[in-house]
T-cell receptor
């Protein structure tokens, strides 16, 4: 069974402040990493950041960073210095290896809608 | 820089009609995927392909068929559309593999079945 939990369906943050979006995963297949994607109102899915399960340091990409706690199966996205353009849906997606076929798959959470306030 | 291109962008069908969604990628990726996205839910995998000539079922394959005759194209077919297939459909591609297998997405196809 696979369960991806993003407990915050909606969040608000003031412009220029930092915000943390939560993600926990409970999966039976082996995890090789975790991705975060952004979906603005225009609808496209945009890759933000990735952390491998065996990476020792938390990943950072510009204003985005991951707080990855493998033992807790938690990978929270931190956005620093929020901008109005950060208003969007954010999805976490663990990257798993299927035990039956050996191929890989993503499982997407239900998302968190972030609104940045001016 | 086309990336992943989906056609059409919008479509309205009547129950029972058939249609094919086309996905094309120009990044020489091995893996391709079809997802659907419904309100309040994340993306759910319909079918995927790990290479030319291969396809496999995802989480929600019923009512859909796929083909990958050429490496750059992945087709999603609905043989007899149902209202439950009203959704936004996304195609994605990736190089495959164990680490940092970034999926690149198309812009989506919004399908309504009446």
């Amino acid at each position: 069974a696979q369960k991806i939990t993003q407990t915050q369906p909606g969040m608000f943050v003031q412009e220029k402040e930092a915000v943390t979006l939560d993600c926990t995963y409970d999966t039976s297949d082996q995890s090789y990493g975790l991705f975060w994607y952004k979906q603005p109102s225009s609808g496209e899915m945009i890759f933000l950041i990735y952390q491998g399960s065996y990476d020792e340091q938390n990943a950072t990409e510009g204003r985005y960073s991951l707080n990855f706690q493998k033992a807790r199966k938690s990978a929270n996205l931190v956005i620093s210095a929020s901008q109005l353009g950060d208003s969007a849906m954010y999805f976490c997606a663990p990257y798993l290896r299927r035990s039956t076929s050996g191929t890989y798959k993503y499982i997407f959470g239900t998302g968190t809608r972030l609104k940045v306030l001016a | 820089n086309a990336g992943v291109t989906q056609t059409p962008k919008f479509r309205v069908l009547k129950t029972g009609q058939s249609m094919t969604l086309l996905c094309a990628q120009d990044m020489n990726h091995e893996y391709m995927y079809w997802y659907r996205q419904d309100p309040g839910m994340g993306l759910r995998l319909i079918h995927y392909s790990v290479g030319e000539g291969t396809t496999a079922k995802g989480e929600v394959p019923d009512g859909y068929n796929v083909s990958r005759l050429k490496k750059q194209n992945f087709l999603l077919g609905l043989e007899s559309a149902a209202p439950s297939q009203t959704s936004v459909y996304f195609c994605a591609s990736s190089y495959g593999g164990q680490t940092k297998n970034i999926q690149y997405f198309g812009a989506g196809t919004r399908l309504s079945v009446l």
